[in-house]
Nanobody, 121 residues
């Protein structure tokens, strides 16, 4: 069984910074991708950033490029999202995601419980 636990959300003024953390536990395949998605009220969940295990290749939504940075911890089952230059439109519940194994034609998605990020103007 796989569990993802997020932390680091909160309330911040526009222009401020927050760092989200996510730790995965359980049976983790090395060929995986971890990432962050977000969902604002009344909107669909959208990709924010992902990072592949091993290659560390990253992918960002256009709306956060240059402001957010995704990285993995030394333990490789942790992922961080450094968010700088936050805007009110970044307000959402942020979810950690683990997708594995990537060599499978149907990799499985695992989700954290979500952490609220609120940016005031």
């Amino acid at each position: 069984q796989v569990h993802l636990v997020e932390s680091g959300g909160g309330l911040v003024q526009a222009g401020g910074s927050l760092t989200l953390s996510c730790a995965a536990s359980g049976t983790i395949f090395s060929v995986n991708a971890m990432g962050w998605y977000r969902q604002a009220p009344g909107q669909q969940r959208e990709l924010v950033a992902t990072i592949r295990g091993g290659s560390e290749v990253t992918n960002y939504a256009d709306s956060v490029k240059g402001r957010f940075t995704i990285s993995r911890g030394n333990a490789k089952n942790t992922v961080y999202l450094q968010m700088n230059g936050l805007k009110p439109e970044d307000t959402a519940v942020y979810y950690c995601n683990l997708r594995m194994p990537l060599y499978s034609p149907s990799p499985r998605d695992y989700w954290g419980q979500g952490t609220q990020v609120t940016v005031s103007s």
